[in-house]
């Protein structure tokens, strides 16, 4: 961990947190989820850089250490894709290696769609490919499936807003690394799904989780609840 080096980008009037380790000649770029951040990625990033690589995650705006949007509500997929060839551009990468786990799969798709001359070969885990549209959950899954729920305006902030970021981040860890989707009744919010004495996951640690709480407490929730929940 204490050979993960930080920088900032400056992306128009936003600067966005980058961290990065390795020098070899091919270069990794991690993309997160929710409610992940660059932090997500040290184990992959040591383990490429002890292989040769050289490995970059980025904090999308708004998440983790990057400065949010000055429009929270009003951020895209799209300002993704602009950050992302903004912070190549910035640390002068021509080509590169694309890795994204859960929503972060969605940007390495349509950047490497958008612009394959600066893609070596992507990487995805847990989200295929899927053409953009509008969503078709609805078709598919009840009202109460947490993503249709938090895509409701206001009702998913109203639900975080109960608890501290550490609590929040701690209650998605644990929905999410269960093998049930995370559904709630009619009149029930899907923070409530977890009992405050459930136990974390193995894998998840008390460090990591004030690692998370810590960075959430600073970004707060409203970039997040918009990409990929947007509304």
């Given at each position: 961990m204490d050979k993960i080096q930080h920088k900032f980008v400056n992306v128009g009037a936003l600067k966005l947190h980058i961290a990065e380790i390795g020098n070899g000649p091919n270069v990794a770029v991690f993309l997160h989820g929710f409610p992940e951040i660059w932090y997500s990625w040290r184990h992959q990033m040591i383990a490429l850089a002890g292989a040769g690589f050289r490995a970059i995650a980025p904090d999308y705006r708004g998440y983790g250490l990057s400065d949010p949007p000055p429009e929270p509500e009003k951020t895209t997929f799209s300002h993704l894709l602009d950050d992302l060839l903004a912070i190549l551009d910035a640390l002068s990468l021509s080509k590169v290696f694309l890795v994204g786990?859960?929503?972060?799969?969605?940007?390495?798709?349509?950047?490497?769609?958008?612009h394959p001359e600066r893609?070596?070969?992507?990487?995805?885990?847990?989200?295929?490919?899927?053409?953009?549209?509008?969503?078709?959950?609805?078709?598919?899954?009840?009202?109460?499936?947490?993503?249709?729920?938090?895509?409701?305006?206001?009702?998913?902030?109203?639900?975080?807003?109960?608890?501290?970021?550490?609590?929040?981040?701690?209650?998605?860890?644990?929905?999410?690394?269960?093998?049930?989707?995370?559904?709630?009744?009619?009149?029930?919010?899907?923070?409530?799904?977890?009992?405050?004495?459930?136990?974390?996951?193995?894998?998840?640690?008390?460090?990591?989780?004030?690692?998370?709480?810590a960075l959430y407490e600073k970004s707060g929730f409203r970039t997040a609840l918009q990409v990929p929940y947007s509304r």
């Amino acid at each position: 961990m204490d050979k993960i080096q930080h920088k900032f980008v400056n992306v128009g009037a936003l600067k966005l947190h980058i961290a990065e380790i390795g020098n070899g000649p091919n270069v990794a770029v991690f993309l997160h989820g929710f409610p992940e951040i660059w932090y997500s990625w040290r184990h992959q990033m040591i383990a490429l850089a002890g292989a040769g690589f050289r490995a970059i995650a980025p904090d999308y705006r708004g998440y983790g250490l990057s400065d949010p949007p000055p429009e929270p509500e009003k951020t895209t997929f799209s300002h993704l894709l602009d950050d992302l060839l903004a912070i190549l551009d910035a640390l002068s990468l021509s080509k590169v290696f694309l890795v994204g786990k859960d929503f972060g799969a969605s940007p390495a798709y349509l950047f490497s769609i958008l612009h394959p001359e600066r893609v070596i070969g992507v990487i995805t885990l847990g989200v295929p490919y899927a053409p953009p549209g509008p969503s078709m959950l609805h078709k598919y899954l009840p009202e109460g499936f947490y993503m249709l729920r938090w895509k409701e305006p206001g009702r998913a902030e109203a639900d975080f807003g109960r608890f501290d970021a550490k609590t929040v981040v701690r209650k998605v860890y644990i929905l999410f690394s269960r093998s049930e989707l995370p559904i709630a009744n009619e009149n029930q919010e899907i923070m409530d799904l977890v009992e405050p004495d459930t136990p974390l996951p193995s894998w998840f640690t008390e460090e990591d989780l004030s690692t998370y709480g810590a960075l959430y407490e600073k970004s707060g929730f409203r970039t997040a609840l918009q990409v990929p929940y947007s509304r």
